[in-house]
C-alpha cells in the first residue's frame, strides 16, 4: 500500500502545510467551477490549520463550508465542531453566512441529521441513491484510529449509501452526527491531519496493520478513498520508521 504522507517538525507546522494542501486543491477546483465545497472536522488539531487558511487570501465568497461531523451540542457549546471553525476560520476570513451549511447540533441527533441530509441533498441537487462529492475534505485521526464519528465498532463503518447518521458514541457517552463512508470515500481530495504523540500507535496501524476498518476506521478511507494526503508532526510519526 502507498499512502502520500508528510511529515514535519512540529505540530505547527503540520498544520500549516495541511491548510496550503487544502487551499491549493480549493483553488484548483476553482479554477474549472463556479464554487468550492469544503467539509471540515473539529477537535483541537485544526485551530492551527483553521487560522494558517484565514490568514491566507482568497476568495471565499465562492467556497461553501460543511462538516464531517459534530457534535450533539448547541453551536455556542465549548465542545461544538462549529464553534471551532466559526471562531478560528468563519468569521477571520469573512466567509459569507450563506456559505456556512452547519449541523444543527441542537437538535435532536436524529433531526440534526435529517436536516444535514436534507441541506446536503439540495446542494448538490442530489437524486435518489446519489452521494455528494466534496471538493476538498479535512479529517482528523482520533488515537483509537477513529475518523469522522466513526469509531471502532461502529456497524456504520459498512454503510457505503447513506449520506449522514446519528450516532452514538459510548466511549464518551455522547451523542454525534457524522457523514458516512460512502460520502468519505467520494470526495475529491482529502486532507488528513494528526498531531500528537497519543496519535502514534493510530497511525501506525493505519498504514501497517492488515487492513479491518471495524478496528482501524481511519483505514477505509486511506485505502479506498481518492487523492488522500496525510499531514504528520514528528510525535504522531513516530512509530513509523
Not at 479554477?31 to 485551530?47: D, E, N, W
Not at 490549520?49 to 461531523?69: C, K, N, P, T, Y
Not at 466559526?86 to 437538535?107: D, F, K, S, T, Y
Not at 455522547?174 to 458516512?180: A, D, E
Request: net charge negative.
Amino acid at each position: 500500500m502507498s499512502l502520500e504522507r508528510h511529515t514535519y517538525p512540529t505540530a505547527q507546522e503540520a498544520a500549516r502545510a495541511c491548510a496550503h494542501g487544502a487551499l491549493a486543491a480549493l483553488e484548483d477546483a476553482l479554477s474549472g467551477q463556479a464554487v468550492a465545497t469544503l467539509a471540515v472536522s473539529g477537535g483541537s488539531t485544526p485551530k492551527a490549520m483553521f487560522d494558517e487558511m484565514a490568514a491566507r487570501s482568497g476568495d471565499w465568497s465562492r467556497i461553501h463550508l460543511f462538516w464531517v461531523d459534530e457534535r450533539a451540542v448547541p453551536p455556542t457549546d465549548p465542545q461544538s465542531n462549529y464553534r471551532l471553525a466559526e471562531e478560528h476560520l468563519i468569521r477571520p476570513a469573512r466567509i459569507p453566512h450563506a456559505n456556512v451549511h452547519r449541523i444543527h447540533g441542537e437538535l435532536t441527533p436524529q433531526a440534526a441529521a435529517r436536516r444535514y441530509v436534507d441541506e446536503i441533498r439540495e446542494f448538490f441537487s442530489l437524486g435518489t441513491g446519489e452521494l455528494p462529492q466534496f471538493d476538498v475534505m479535512h479529517r482528523g485521526l482520533g488515537a483509537d484510529a477513529h475518523t469522522a464519528s466513526l469509531f471502532p465498532g461502529q456497524p456504520l463503518i459498512e454503510d457505503r449509501d447513506g449520506i449522514a447518521a446519528a450516532v452514538h458514541v459510548p466511549q464518551l457517552g455522547q451523542s454525534r452526527i457524522t457523514l458516512l463512508p460512502g460520502v468519505l470515500l467520494a470526495a475529491r481530495h482529502t486532507v488528513v491531519l494528526a498531531a500528537g504523540a497519543d496519535k502514534a500507535e493510530a497511525v501506525r496501524a493505519v498504514f501497517h496493520e492488515p487492513y479491518a476498518p471495524s478496528r482501524y476506521p481511519a483505514q477505509m478511507v486511506s485505502h479506498h478513498g481518492r487523492g488522500v494526503v496525510w499531514y504528520l508532526d514528528a510525535a504522531a510519526a513516530a512509530l513509523m520508521d
